[in-house]
């Protein structure tokens, strides 16, 4: 499929049409899909080349397979993680990485899913704030 560029254009037109926008990212809001953002999707999703993005994502090529250990573990700077429901990850990982850490927090933004800043901007910045009220204290 992907060797036939007028299937593979076919098929990322549609992954890449406004309805498709609208409905990967109502997956990660729990109000109504920021229109700004889906516009700003819309029109990534329409540079040249940007074809080639599902390809990569489906063979896995956009994530690092152990993420905890090699991307996450490792930070030694202050964290805030917010979170509620996601439906790309279930944060199963999240107690272990915060745990015997007091650089590491986890804040859960209640009636959210992947985009709390969008969804509950006064909560989301009442995390932050008091996250690094808290990382003076440290």
């Known amino acids: 499929i992907t060797e036939n560029s007028l299937v593979g254009q076919g098929l990322f037109d549609l992954l890449a049409s406004d309805?498709?926008?609208r409905y990967f990212?109502?997956?990660?809001f729990a109000?109504?899909?920021?229109?700004?953002?889906?516009?700003?999707?819309?029109l990534t999703a329409r540079q040249p080349d940007a074809r080639h993005a599902p390809l990569a994502f489906i063979r896995g090529e956009l994530f690092t397979p152990d993420a905890l250990s090699e991307l996450y573990q490792?930070?030694?700077?202050?964290?805030?993680?917010?979170?509620?429901?996601?439906?790309?990850?279930?944060?199963?990982?999240?107690?272990?990485?915060?745990?015997?850490?007091?650089?590491?927090t986890a804040r859960r933004i209640p009636?959210?899913?992947?985009?709390?800043?969008?969804?509950?901007?006064a909560q989301t910045v009442d995390a932050i704030e008091?996250?690094?009220?808290?990382?003076?204290s440290i």
């Open 19 to 21: 309805w498709s926008i």
């Open 25 to 28: 990212l109502s997956r990660s």
């Open 31 to 42: 109000t109504t899909v920021d229109p700004g953002l889906a516009a700003f999707a819309g």
């Open 74 to 104: 490792p930070l030694m700077v202050p964290t805030l993680v917010l979170y509620d429901e996601d439906a790309y990850t279930d944060f199963a990982y999240l107690p272990e990485f915060v745990a015997d850490r007091p650089n590491r």
């Open 111 to 121: 009636g959210t899913r992947g985009l709390p800043h969008f969804d509950r901007p």
């Open 130 to 136: 008091t996250f690094w009220k808290d990382v003076e």
